[in-house]
């Protein structure tokens, strides 16, 4: 970290372990699994210092956006279950994935969607399981078009999870949802744009211009009624247009008492730029 005040828990840096390197750039945090030789597949820690990482941003208001990438050639190809669950390893007590998993890997995806901040995804070849539904719970992906996202969990004999169920039908329907799901259809980087499953497919040599591009837009607006825009959009998904409406107005209140609502007025009188400074 250069600055600010998230931190990191104690996380091993070896690529059998993992790691999830964190790293700030004025107002941006970058976060990066980290753990190439297994395509950046997730292990425990690492979703714990996700979780740790994402929850102390929350109530970080010096930054302004979130970055959300792997190292190397791969996004992320899910969580390790092999490492994980060693065949000479002790045996799980009963209910231990009911107890365990709500706390770790579904926290890291309940706050990547819900976290006010706004949260860019760059992602490269493999977006798999976990590591697919994280690039899905983000506000903007951006992929090279060397990328592929794909939900393998029946294909390996077990149901979805990692909130693949929600987002899925919700960005692009449930026939398509059905085939990621059921079939375990690949889908590709063109594809996912044009299904509107990512916001944008570019050539892999522009990603992190494309990106960087996203993020500086971001981390230049109007911080909170971003938040509140962002919240408010998830109330949406299952409200009626009463209860939007509603929500919207006591959205409209808060913002409105923003140092950043002032600017913008003053910048449409002025006919210039607003230089919102995200409070």
Request: aromatic letters at 6%; charged letters at 20%.
């Amino acid at each position: 970290m250069r600055s600010g005040t998230v931190s990191e828990p104690a996380n091993t840096g070896s690529d059998a372990e993992g790691s999830v390197t964190i790293d700030r750039d004025g107002a941006v945090l970058h976060l990066v699994i980290d753990r190439t030789r297994q395509r950046n597949s997730l292990t425990r820690p690492m979703v714990e210092t996700l979780v740790h990482t994402l929850t102390e941003a929350a109530a970080d208001d010096s930054l302004r956006a979130i970055h959300l990438r792997g190292a190397g050639a791969d996004f992320c190809s899910g969580v390790d279950w092999v490492t994980g669950n060693a065949a000479d390893g002790p045996r799980p007590r009963t209910g231990d994935l009911v107890r365990r998993i709500p706390h770790a890997a579904h926290r890291a995806i309940e706050l990547l969607h819900t976290i006010h901040l706004p949260v860019v995804c760059s992602v490269r070849g493999w977006a798999t399981g976990m590591g697919c539904n994280l690039a899905l719970a983000a506000d903007f992906t951006v992929a090279a078009d060397d990328a592929v996202f794909w939900e393998p969990f029946l294909t390996r004999g077990f149901s979805p999870d990692s909130g693949s169920t929600w987002l899925l039908p919700r960005l692009i329907g449930l026939a398509r949802a059905r085939r990621m799901l059921l079939l375990g259809d690949k889908v590709s980087a063109a594809e996912a744009a044009g299904w509107g499953l990512i916001d944008r497919c570019v050539p892999a040599g522009d990603l992190e211009t494309a990106a960087g591009e996203l993020l500086a837009r971001l981390a230049a607006g109007p911080t909170v009624a971003i938040g509140l825009a962002k919240q408010a959009l998830a109330y949406g998904q299952h409200a009626t247009l009463t209860q939007s409406l509603n929500h919207e107005l006591f959205d409209l209140e808060l913002s409105c008492r923003t140092s950043d609502f002032k600017e913008g007025l003053a910048a449409f009188r002025q006919r210039r730029a607003p230089e919102f400074q995200g409070r």
